[in-house]
């Protein structure tokens, strides 16, 4: 079994101390950071550019796990890759040309993830699955954190699971949205091995990010 990594959202932290949450996640056991980017545009909400996240650099060598909710993207992934980010995650209906973009990802040398909305199929970027790193499953409609989970994507992971198995495939099975104490281990028994949470991590036990990651990952 893979191991489980936290990949906390900092859409959740205090945005006035955003480099002093970071720290607090790094030291609280994180695997990775996780930065929601948004447009206001391709989802209805804004949240920060490349200039913060190359701010935020300063603050924690764990992996940027960035996660770009904007539309058009392709024009904007080289302004992230260069401010920071290690894993560049993009939506298949935010570009017109998917495997222009994700090759320019790869040429940038960081990692390439591709996520799927509640009703987004795999199908959408079955073609892609042996040559990116990740995919990121959304267990909300993008957009706004703290919302409820949407258990039907369930089997949208068991699928991909039997999928990177049967292929022999590689990529990380990320899950975003909604992900709390509940309901954590059945999305580990289903195939994701990257959990990405916000209000759980920064909210839970009076705000003891080290517990609320360790019980994330151990229940």
Not at 69 to 95: C, F, L, N
């Given at each position: 079994?893979?191991?489980?990594?936290?990949?906390?959202?900092?859409?959740?932290?205090?945005?006035?101390?955003?480099?002093?949450?970071?720290?607090?996640?790094?030291?609280?056991?994180?695997?990775?950071?996780?930065?929601?980017?948004?447009?206001?545009?391709?989802?209805?909400?804004?949240?920060?550019?490349?200039?913060?996240?190359?701010?935020?650099?300063?603050?924690?060598?764990?992996?940027?796990?960035?996660?770009?909710?904007?539309s058009p993207v392709h024009k904007y992934i080289k302004d992230y890759a260069e401010s920071?980010?290690?894993?560049?995650?993009?939506?298949?209906?935010?570009?017109?040309?998917?495997?222009?973009?994700?090759?320019?990802?790869?040429?940038?040398?960081?990692?390439?993830?591709?996520?799927?909305?509640?009703?987004?199929?795999?199908?959408?970027?079955?073609?892609?699955?042996?040559?990116?790193?990740?995919?990121?499953?959304m267990s909300v409609y993008p957009g706004f954190g703290g919302q409820k989970f949407i258990?039907?994507?369930?089997?949208?992971?068991?699928?991909?699971?039997?999928?990177?198995?049967?292929?022999?495939?590689?990529?990380?099975?990320?899950?975003?949205?909604?992900?709390?104490?509940?309901?954590?281990?059945?999305?580990?028994?289903?195939?994701?091995?990257?959990?990405?949470?916000?209000?759980?991590?920064?909210?839970?036990?009076?705000?003891?990010?080290?517990?609320?990651?360790?019980?994330?990952?151990?229940?």
């Amino acid at each position: 079994m893979n191991k489980i990594k936290i990949s906390p959202s900092i859409l959740s932290a205090d945005f006035s101390q955003l480099g002093n949450e970071i720290k607090r996640l790094e030291e609280g056991g994180a695997d990775l950071i996780h930065v929601d980017v948004m447009d206001g545009h391709f989802v209805p909400n804004l949240t920060i550019g490349p200039p913060v996240i190359k701010a935020l650099r300063n603050y924690s060598t764990l992996p940027f796990d960035v996660h770009l909710m904007i539309s058009p993207v392709h024009k904007y992934i080289k302004d992230y890759a260069e401010s920071g980010a290690d894993i560049i995650t993009i939506h298949p209906e935010a570009t017109d040309d998917l495997k222009l973009s994700v090759n320019l990802i790869k040429k940038l040398n960081k990692k390439v993830g591709l996520s799927l909305n509640p009703d987004t199929p795999i199908d959408k970027i079955k073609k892609f699955l042996s040559s990116i790193d990740l995919v990121l499953i959304m267990s909300v409609y993008p957009g706004f954190g703290g919302q409820k989970f949407i258990p039907n994507v369930i089997d949208k992971i068991k699928e991909l699971k039997n999928i990177k198995k049967k292929q022999n495939m590689k990529f990380d099975i990320e899950v975003d949205g909604g992900i709390n104490f509940d309901n954590s281990k059945l999305l580990i028994e289903a195939g994701a091995n990257i959990l990405v949470s916000g209000t759980t991590i920064f909210k839970n036990n009076n705000g003891n990010i080290k517990k609320n990651i360790e019980t994330l990952k151990l229940i």
